[in-house]
């Protein structure tokens, strides 16, 4: 038999009482234990079962669970009616989406009230700016900024241009230098 440890202190309910069990109550409840453990996945013959269901008699006649859907199979496939032509927007209507793009203009009062955004916002203000210039430059709708041409400091009159210091340079006489 067993070792039974007892505890030192008093439960609330008294000393621990302990009730030996008979040997034939212990095998009686081992042996249930180890058929509820075998009992695993489900009943043998569970295809034949589901047939006696009336959800499966159609107009009085059993229906075969084996049989699967009468759904006609195609047996060439179809081509999709729309191309990429189709599905890409004109110009026109990806320039006028994007003008009026709700989340943007939120974006851009933002920027205009000098708050600063994050990385990723910034870059996505920034792709959709240049989406629309590119757009619009293929539109014809953008006007081309010519550069401004800025006056250069006059010349001198003893300075010589890079033209002058450059023919200067081609014709010079190398073989004299190293004689004098």
């Given at each position: 038999m067993t070792?039974?440890?007892?505890?030192?202190?008093?439960?609330?309910?008294?000393?621990?009482?302990?009730?030996?069990?008979?040997?034939?109550q212990v095998d009686v409840e081992a042996r249930k234990s180890q058929k509820d453990k075998?009992?695993?996945?489900?009943?043998?013959?569970?295809?034949?079962?589901?047939?006696?269901?009336?959800?499966?008699?159609?107009?009085?006649?059993?229906?075969?669970?084996?049989?699967?859907?009468k759904k006609p199979i195609p047996l060439v496939v179809?081509?999709?009616?729309?191309?990429?032509?189709?599905?890409?927007?004109?110009?026109?209507?990806?320039?006028?989406m994007l003008e009026n793009d709700a989340q943007l203009m939120v974006l851009l009062d933002r920027i205009e009230a000098g708050e600063k955004l994050g990385a990723g916002l910034q870059k996505q203000v920034d792709q959709k700016l240049d989406r629309i210039e590119h757009l619009m430059g293929r539109l014809g709708l953008l006007e081309v900024e010519e550069p401004e041409v800025t006056e250069e400091a006059p010349v001198r009159k003893g300075a010589k241009t890079d033209e002058d210091l450059l023919d200067q340079f081609e014709n010079m006489d190398l073989d004299s230098f190293g004689k004098e």
């Open positions: 070792r039974k440890k007892r505890s030192r202190g008093v439960g609330s309910e008294g000393p621990a009482v302990f009730r030996e069990k008979s040997t034939t075998k009992r695993k996945g489900l009943k043998s013959g569970n295809r034949n079962a589901e047939a006696l269901d009336p959800k499966h008699y159609a107009n009085g006649q059993k229906k075969d669970p084996r049989l699967g859907s179809e081509k999709k009616p729309t191309t990429k032509k189709e599905r890409r927007l004109s110009a026109e209507q990806e320039l006028d």
